[in-house]
């Protein structure tokens, strides 16, 4: 197996981190021990506890991409997941609702800086034909760390002292420590080196990914020809810098990222992994364990959907997936809030609440081998190589702004309304659906370079750029003049070309 699969598999661990706490908060706040430290968590409280880790995430995000283009992939995934560590730890030390939730802040600012980049980094490894299922990588771990969390949590709640909920916690800081000190031995990003200007360390990194040099080389000749004087200038200021993702050229891809991203948490997938157990005793699983177990069988369930369509997302279309999920989900979603808007679900008779527990299968299933694998890696493909960790930053951004509203809203929607917010996910995917109909062109199998390309020249896309004219336009356009570095690449292609024939006469 060459070495940028392995690479990609330690830095997806960022991943499985991320779902270990999705699987994990639901739980810990169900639990008697957490209930005894903290008291009854009233509703709105509740949704405050589980996504105060999310605004933090949504804020940083919007810096990681520049501070990833700063110093660079591996050592921002590494500040991100100290400080994750650390946020972790003051959770697992808390001894009151001020400390726990400035500690879940904590980590969520450390989340914002390392899950966003993981993608970039992996798909800037990996060659077009791999990059899919790679890339997929990060959403499967995802997926694993979820049923982790909530048998972790199945384990310890009958722990008779505050460690039945602290143990989640010691367990997410040592694994945010164990990929903080992964990254330091792990070779850089050869596209990063080159667009930095290091084409002597792009040439070593390279070799140790064990990648084609002669199609690396193909590919940068193209992203020079692509990229023309697009690139983002060295001079820039952060702020400049973050602008340069919503140019013309550029934000209609940046937009369509931030709109799919954001319409993956109102699908309502998170409302169902963080709130598991209260949707399931909802629906007539009373006991604590009864509900605590539906939850992790959701998490497998999650985990084994994910893992065929991990390693096949190349063999069918982003675009393809993305519809057959929107009309899966959609259905699932309104045909719960239909059974609870009709009465027809009593928690302890009737035939509809079994109907309820089957059909949230069903959704998690659907979203698990269409919008959670397709959307994120289509994310990030469809950047233009010299915008892609900015541009990404941002769709991650816009995927925890709306994680915390749906994290905040959902228990205060199940306590005042049984089907309201199955009715408001369930029309949400329909609209999400409606645009990817119309607005989302194909990129499986295509380079990087090719895909930016043929979003330039597809006129049904070009609605996006124009939605955020206006409001650009308004403000005092700052034009940078762009420095001539096509010499530059020219000089790192030829740079390498030179290394693969030394290469070719050693051998």
């Not at 000190?181 to 064990?210: K, M, N, V, Y």
């Not at 007539?284 to 998490?299: C, K, P, R, V």
């Not at 896309?461 to 308004?474: L, N």
Request: charged share 15%; proline share 5%; with cysteine.
């Amino acid at each position: 197996m060459h070495n940028y699969i392995w690479a990609s598999i330690w830095v997806s661990f960022g991943g499985m981190l991320w779902g270990f706490d999705t699987g994990t908060i639901g739980p810990v706040t169900a639990m008697p021990g957490f209930l005894e430290s903290f008291g009854a968590l009233s509703p709105t409280v509740h949704g405050l506890v589980v996504s105060s880790i999310l605004l933090p995430a949504a804020f940083t995000s919007f810096f990681a991409g520049h501070l990833a283009d700063k110093v660079g992939r591996l050592n921002a995934i590494t500040i991100g997941a100290v400080i994750y560590a650390v946020g972790a730890a003051v959770e697992a030390g808390a001894v009151s609702l001020t400390m726990f939730i400035p500690g879940r802040a904590l980590a969520g600012i450390g989340e914002g800086f390392f899950l966003s980049t993981v993608v970039v980094y992996i798909c800037e490894i990996c060659p077009p034909e791999r990059r899919g299922p790679v890339a997929s990588l990060v959403q499967l771990l995802t997926t694993f760390g979820i049923p982790a969390g909530y048998f972790i949590c199945y384990g310890s709640v009958n722990i008779e002292s505050s460690y039945s909920w602290r143990i989640p916690f010691i367990l997410q800081a040592l694994l945010a420590v164990a990929l903080a000190c992964t990254c330091r031995f792990l070779p850089s990003s050869p596209r990063w080196e080159i667009d930095r200007g290091h084409p002597s360390q792009a040439g070593p990194a390279i070799d140790r990914l064990q990648l084609d040099i002669q199609q690396f080389q193909e590919e940068l000749e193209s992203a020079r020809k692509t990229a023309g004087d697009k690139r983002v200038p060295e001079t820039q200021k952060s702020y400049q810098r973050l602008l340069w993702v919503l140019r013309e050229d550029n934000r209609k891809q940046a937009f369509l990222g931030m709109f799919l991203m954001g319409a993956m948490q109102f699908s309502g997938i998170d409302a169902v992994l963080y709130y598991a157990p209260t949707v399931f005793r909802q629906a007539g699983l009373s006991s604590t364990q009864s509900s605590f177990l539906a939850s992790g069988i959701t998490g497998i369930v999650i985990f084994l959907s994910t893992l065929p369509a991990s390693f096949l997302s190349d063999k069918w279309g982003r675009r393809t997936s993305s519809l057959w999920g929107a009309g899966t989900m959609a259905f699932c979603m309104l045909l719960i809030g239909s059974l609870y808007a009709s009465g027809s679900v009593h928690p302890q008779h009737g035939a509809a609440r079994y109907v309820v527990i089957v059909t949230i299968y069903l959704f998690t299933v659907s979203y698990s081998i269409t919008w959670s694998v397709g959307f994120k890696l289509y994310v990030s493909e469809i950047q233009p190589p010299q915008t892609r960790a900015g541009a990404s930053s941002l769709a991650q951004s816009a995927n925890w702004v709306s994680n915390f509203i749906v994290a905040l809203i959902t228990p205060i929607f199940l306590d005042y309304s049984s089907f309201g917010a199955y009715y408001l996910f369930g029309i949400s995917i329909v609209g999400t659906g409606l645009l990817c109909l119309v607005y989302m062109p194909e990129s499986r199998g295509k380079s990087l370079q090719t895909i930016h390309r043929e979003f330039d020249e597809s006129l049904h896309v070009k609605v996006i750029s124009a939605i955020g004219r206006g409001w650009i336009g308004c403000t005092k356009k700052r034009e940078v003049e762009e420095p001539k570095r096509l010499e530059s690449t020219g000089t790192s292609i030829s740079e390498l070309s030179n290394l693969e024939k030394a290469r070719q006469r050693s051998s």
